[in-house]
């Protein structure tokens, strides 16, 4: 047998059920986002290296006396299962590389990731807010009392950080394969999409994405009580909601009995005749209810979510297909 195939033998050991605790992770020292993406992947999902420890050594070292222990994997270094560097291989990384052995290449909250750890070892160009440029932040940001890097304190944040990317994208995913399930969909005489999202206000970009020129949607908030939201998808820069504003002030108003003859009901934030009703002053979102603004038990619509959707379709289909039509729209 090869040594090539005794690695892989190895690695196939530690990674199956029947495999012995993996005690240590090993990448090169000052680890780039390829070795810590490993390490988190390695954590995240191998149950028997989740209390693994983190070492380092000098790039396209192994940990000296680890030949041959199925507790030690190595990550980006020592020309091992998980190092692309002389294989030959291109637009990939050690995070990849591992993706597949794990059967995660198509985990949809690591694409993202592992897009940008590929862009990283392929020397791609990165905007300056890039997550990569705050990953390399850190070993500069995080220092001991003697001015050592604390890598702990490093490993951490990094952590963190691929924490919240993989769980925003994996909801993302899921809001996509929930979106049709949930929806509601009309497409107004004048071409503009309005997607209703009762009760599932998560599934918004995932509207958006699907072409939602318009997405309403509601959030319980106990019996009798919800949260309600208009908004415009940023692909209709052009499109504003005042004249639903409007309608909405109109129609609570009347189920309120109160007089409104005479006042402009379009108006901006909160106020007037009609308290109910908030719209931003970008004109593009509309609000009862909010994370930021808890109504009082009178602010909450007296208008049922049926009467909103249809409320929106109204003043939205008034808008003439030739002035939608000149929009740029995706």
């Known amino acids: 047998m090869s040594t090539e195939d005794l690695v892989g033998k190895l690695v196939e050991l530690a990674l199956s059920e029947a495999a012995p ?24 999902f191998i149950p028997k290296a989740v209390g693994a420890e983190i070492v380092f050594v000098n790039a396209g070292k192994t940990l000296p006396g680890s030949d ?10 020592g020309r091992g299962e998980y190092d692309q560097h002389g ?3 291109q637009q990939t990384c050690s995070a990849a590389i591992l993706a597949e052995k794990l059967g995660l290449e198509n ?13 990283v070892d392929n020397a791609e160009a990165f905007p300056p807010t890039s997550l990569h440029f705050v990953i390399e932040g850190y070993p500069r940001t995080f220092k001991k009392p003697d001015g050592h890097i604390d890598w702990q304190r490093v490993q951490g944040r990094v952590f963190e950080l691929f924490d919240i990317v993989y769980g925003q994208q994996s909801s993302r995913a899921q809001a996509r394969a929930n979106l049709y399930k949930y929806s509601g969909w009309r497409i107004l005489p004048n071409g503009l999409k309005v997607a ?26 106990g019996k009798n009580h919800f949260y309600t939201g208009i908004q415009i998808s940023r692909s209709y820069p052009e499109l504003r909601l005042d004249k639903v504003a409007a309608a909405l002030r109109s129609a609570e108003a009347k189920a309120r009995g109160a007089n409104v003859q005479g006042e402009d009901l379009g108006y901006v934030g909160r106020g007037g005749s ?21 109504p009082n038990e009178d ?18 289909s008034a808008i003439p297909r030739s002035v939608v039509s000149n929009w740029h729209t995706p």
Request: with cysteine; net charge negative; aromatic share 8%.
């Open 21 to 44: 605790e993996i005690k240590t992770l090993v990448g090169h020292r000052f680890p780039d986002d390829d070795v810590w993406l490993c390490c988190w992947m390695a954590k995240q």
């Open 68 to 77: 041959g222990d199925p507790s030690v994997l190595h990550f980006d270094t």
């Open 87 to 89: 294989k030959g291989l």
């Open 107 to 119: 985990d949809p909250g690591l694409a993202p990731l592992i897009e940008m750890v590929t862009a």
């Open 196 to 221: 209703t999202l009762l009760g599932h206000p998560e599934l918004r970009e995932a509207a958006y994405e699907k072409g939602a020129a318009v997405v309403v949607w509601t959030q319980s908030r």
């Open 274 to 294: 009609v308290s109910t009703w908030f719209i931003h002053d970008s004109l593009r979102v509309i609000l009862n209810g909010s994370r930021t603004w808890k």
């Open 299 to 316: 602010e909450y619509t007296k208008l049922t979510p049926e009467q909103i959707v249809q409320l929106v379709h109204q003043a939205l």
